[in-house]
């Protein structure tokens, strides 16, 4: 099959990231809906995360160049969001959290009509609609009119018209919305297969947690407008993770020792009716401090047991600072 | 295309639920052409046409359409015939066709073209439109060509083939059709005129309401209101301003465009009101501008979702 893009509207590398946001501001009268988001996200299955409110759904809309910014700029794919908007939107797709779907057409032809509208051929169209309605797991029902769908099979209509164009990259806002946990939990294996199988970067817009915890690697966390974390989710020990140490001897002055060294330590609550403390970890060295200092003051080590911090605390936590500078600097 | 094979095996996982079958028989990227926005718009545009005839929805979507046709096509091509048969009987003229048909123009500019935006609404369809290679304007855009094409087939069409059959039943049809080519033009003129008001003051309505039934009712009661008051109106009230009411009953606008594009004896209120004939075509193309800002306006980030 031949290609008609030429080198130039070529959209993206593997190199390229995904999104590159720099200094987006946006504001509806006095509020400010986005404040100086500066973010570059890779190729990834990304959460977007923040309560309702915190800028998710504009910031959406923006890198779909649907909403002009009031100053900064982005990238999204390669394709600057203001001056090249339909073409960003020609290579990424959108499921919306609203039901937004005819009832009186089938899914075969509203998700080729669909595909049309991002530029495909209507003999292309057909074609990949049947294909990613298969993906989906809605090939047999694919002729049969949307209103007697359920819950369910309405959002998988929904995520194949996303991706029936092949984009490069998806926004799925809330896509596990009023499903069951059933329904919820196939939703969320097809949007992982999306990202690792089907080779599409996927930018999940959700307030669950758990959520993200499932398919995502990467995560962006939104607040009042503002961008308060962004980074791989694998690696969110590095933000911080806790190491509760059990040990034989002097714990106040275990305590002290590690204190007196710059790490941060509290007594642990009495879970399993033992004396232990809290070590926060922000380094591998710790490790080697709590060894170092139990040898020389002649403590025995009982256990030592990690303890990462999961999303919910690092949102949270990372939530609530912000909202602190936010207040102090008020 | 590019298949990228996947590891997993064809096969359904077992156990897996009624939604939660996923089956893998490798997916396909794709790499062929990408025609952008124009392909994007002409679907837009085909697509609402078909919606609106009831083209892949269930029958009940055809009917009316069906009958709008039927009765705009059927007695004509009857008529037709009869002539062709009875060199006594004659074929309608045009001006006297085109007060006929506007009355079936004007039901199907009224029941039909709200499907064109409606659906799109009540049903929420608009954030995926806009999120895929078009712009709003070119949403607006395609829906206004559908609504104009559409109506066209109802008024343009069958007015076509009234020409084509008096040059039929004409004693020497081959010279009757060169001698009365001017005729063609402007029936299609008048038709297209029609075509484009009563579809661009179905859109201005339909994007006004999420309500198919809401959108008729007032487009029809409209219609059937100015018709009725504004004959006495014009009549009875002894200001001068009177006669310009007539501008806002469009079947006697569109009486007064067709009489002096085919020379013949307007209605009897169109006389009384005595208009110069360029007032009638510039309200006409100020109706059409005006509505088409006024829907683009309606579908502007502020007013649409």
């Not at chain 1, 910031?59 to 910014?69: A, D, N, V």
Request: one cysteine or more; charged letters at 20%; aromatic letters at 8%.
């Amino acid at each position: 099959m031949h290609v008609t893009q030429d080198a130039d509207s070529m959209p993206h590398t593997d190199a390229q990231p995904a999104i590159d946001v720099r200094g987006l501001r946006k504001s509806f009268g006095s509020f400010v809906a986005l404040d100086d988001i500066r973010l570059t996200v890779p190729r990834a299955a990304v959460g977007l995360l923040g309560a309702n409110g915190a800028g998710k759904t504009t910031l959406i809309r923006t890198l779909l160049g649907l909403i002009s910014p009031d100053s900064g700029s982005a990238s999204v794919v390669g394709f600057d969001t203001r001056t090249e908007g339909t073409k960003v939107r020609e290579f990424v797709g959108y499921m919306p959290e609203a039901e937004g779907l005819p009832t009186n057409t089938t899914a075969a032809d509203f998700v080729g009509h669909m595909a049309e509208m991002s530029g495909l051929p209507p003999r292309a169209a057909r074609q990949r609609a049947a294909d990613v309605l298969y993906q989906v797991g809605l090939a047999e029902e694919r002729y049969r009119l949307i209103k007697g769908f359920s819950t369910g099979m309405r959002q998988r209509v929904k995520l194949a018209q996303a991706i029936v164009h092949d984009p490069k990259l998806i926004f799925l806002d809330e896509p596990t919305s009023g499903m069951d946990p059933e329904g919820r939990e196939e939703m969320l294996e097809l949007i992982e297969r999306v990202y690792r199988q089907l080779g599409i970067a996927v930018v999940v817009s959700t307030h669950i947690l758990e959520d993200v915890e499932k398919v995502c690697n990467y995560v962006v966390i939104l607040d009042q407008g503002r961008l308060v974390a962004a980074q791989p989710l694998g690696g969110l020990d590095v933000i911080g993770g806790e190491a509760i140490v059990h040990i034989d001897g002097d714990q106040s002055a275990f305590q002290r020792g590690l204190e007196s060294q710059g790490v941060t330590v509290r007594p642990a609550d009495l879970e399993m009716g033992f004396e232990e403390l809290v070590v926060e970890v922000n380094d591998e060295a710790v490790y080697d401090l709590i060894r170092d200092l139990a040898v020389e003051q002649g403590a025995s080590l009982r256990s030592l047991r990690t303890r990462s911090r999961s999303l919910e605390d690092i949102y949270l936590g990372t939530v609530g600072e912000m909202r602190e500078e936010v207040g102090h600097r008020v | 295309m590019s298949d990228t094979a996947s590891p997993i095996p064809a096969t359904p996982n077992e156990g897996a639920s009624r939604y939660g079958e996923v089956f893998d028989r490798g997916y396909a990227h794709y790499d062929g052409p990408r025609e952008g926005r124009r392909r994007a718009i002409l679907s837009l545009f085909g697509y609402s046409i078909k919606r609106a005839l009831g083209i892949r929805k269930s029958w009940t979507a055809k009917i009316l359409p069906a009958l709008l046709y039927f009765s705009a096509f059927v007695p004509l091509i009857v008529m037709i015939g009869i002539a062709s048969l009875l060199p006594d009987a004659n074929v309608a003229s045009y001006p006297d066709y085109f007060v006929g048909i506007f009355t079936i123009v004007g039901i199907f500019a009224a029941t039909v073209i709200p499907e064109i935006l409606v659906p799109d609404r009540r049903e929420k369809t608009l954030p995926l439109y806009f999120a895929r290679a078009i712009t709003r304007f070119d949403y607006v855009l395609a829906k206004l060509a559908a609504a104009t094409v559409l109506t066209m087939t109802i008024s343009v069409l069958p007015a076509i083939i009234l020409w084509l059959g008096r040059q039929i039943t004409a004693e020497s049809p081959a010279s009757a059709m060169r001698e009365n080519l001017g005729d063609l033009w402007r029936v299609i003129l008048l038709g297209t005129l029609i075509a484009l008001t009563l579809g661009t003051i179905a859109l201005v309505i339909s994007s006004m309401t999420d309500r198919k039934g809401v959108a008729i009712a007032v487009i029809v009661i409209g219609f059937i209101i100015i018709s009725s008051l504004v004959e006495p109106a014009i009549t009875e009230l002894n200001q001068d301003w009177r006669r310009y009411l007539i501008l806002i009953a469009f079947t006697l606008v569109f009486d007064a465009i067709g009489t002096s594009l085919f020379d013949s004896q307007p209605d009897a209120i169109v006389q009384l009101a005595d208009l110069p004939i360029w007032m009638y075509y510039a309200w006409v193309c100020f109706v059409i501008v005006a509505g088409s800002l006024f829907v683009r306006w309606r579908y502007s980030p502020r007013n649409a979702s």
